[in-house]
């Protein structure tokens, strides 16, 4: 049976609420609230696919062999999630994501990737892929055993195996932006990323200019989550903006990782791209409801009913054999 795999980061969140201002040197603030999550770009898309259901998810990544490490897989065992290819690091610890969530939902985070930096090109097990599998990168460009070209080579070889691979960006702290994303975007079905990082990887000035620059290199689906405006789809088959749902957000941690996961989930069944898009939108907004990249996840069959409250069912089948 065919599955989705999510490749990437995989972090142990440590998520602090409210946060109204930062301490000062040597000062202090205090905060409502802190608990341990899952977490990681990676890791947030492959349990909302679980959480979801109606399609095998597995997880590759790199994660430390400790307390951290044994947390991350006690929760991703407890979704069903194949940690078959989960490689555990003896000389690294788990990644940790500290995650501060002001009083309007937006957060701030201070990383550290530790194991994830150790998943490269001789790690992967490129056997594990059936032809019709999908392939989703989360975080993958920030990692140093995956960066630009080191990431570009696995992509060539997994796209041997007759996949779809999907591929976000994130973040990238060392500035060199197109660098580190050029190289793998002729491998890539899906590409996914948001305003401001479509701005910055494309050094183009607007989303649209950046859109054009992602499709020379050849990806079939390009898709630019941006926040209240929506998100912007350019295929063959949908080219529009797809309005989101609006709810009351109180963490947009994992937001666009849910968003992913649900996108997937939708062309997994073959769905027309502008349904699995309204699909995924409506799987972000149940997201940013609760605290944490994926508390606020829902099953399948909630989600419908979700968008069936708000409308937007369309003339759409919505029934799925599995």
């Keep these: 049976m065919k599955k989705i795999w999510s490749v990437g980061i995989a972090m142990l969140d440590i998520i602090t609420q409210p946060i109204i201002e930062f301490p000062e040197y040597g000062g202090s603030v205090g905060a409502d609230t802190t608990e341990m999550v899952l977490g990681g770009m ?33 929760g991703l065992e407890k979704y069903n999630i194949d940690i078959s290819q989960l490689f555990l690091s003896s000389t690294a610890s788990t990644g940790t994501a500290l995650c501060f969530i002001h009083p309007d939902g ?10 994830n930096n150790e998943l490269s090109e001789e790690k992967f ?10 392939v989703h990168f989360g975080g993958s460009m920030v990692a140093e055993g995956t960066r630009g070209e080191d990431l570009a080579r696995i ?4 796209k041997k195996q007759n996949v779809t691979i999907s591929m976000d960006t994130c973040w990238d702290p060392t500035n060199r932006w197109n660098e580190i994303l050029d190289p793998c975007l002729p491998y890539c079905d899906i590409f996914e990323t948001n305003k401001e990082e479509a701005i910055l990887f494309s050094g183009k000035e607007n989303v649209e200019d950046a859109i054009a620059y992602f499709s020379s290199f050849g990806p079939k689906i390009i898709v630019v989550k941006m926040g209240s405006e929506g998100v ?43 349904q699995a898009a309204v699909f995924a939108s409506a799987v972000g907004a149940k997201c940013v409801t609760a605290f944490g990249a994926t508390t606020g996840i829902c099953s399948y069959e909630e989600t419908v009913s979700f968008i069936e409250s708000r409308s937007r069912l369309g003339n759409w089948n919505w029934s799925l054999s599995k």
């Design 42 to 74: 990676a890791l947030n898309t492959a349990v909302t696919i679980a959480k979801l259901g109606k399609a095998p998810v597995g997880l590759i990544s790199s994660i430390g062999d400790d307390n951290s490490g044994n947390f991350l897989k006690n």
């Design 106 to 115: 937006e957060r701030s985070m201070v990383l550290c990737l530790a194991a």
């Design 125 to 134: 097990n490129y056997a594990a892929f059936e032809p019709g599998d999908y």
């Design 155 to 158: 992509l060539k070889k997994i």
């Design 232 to 274: 912007r789809i350019k295929s063959d088959d949908f080219d529009g903006t797809i309005p989101i749902f609006n709810v009351n957000a109180v963490d947009a941690t994992g937001a666009g990782d849910s968003f992913n996961g649900g996108f997937l989930l939708g062309l997994y069944h073959n769905f027309p791209i502008e």
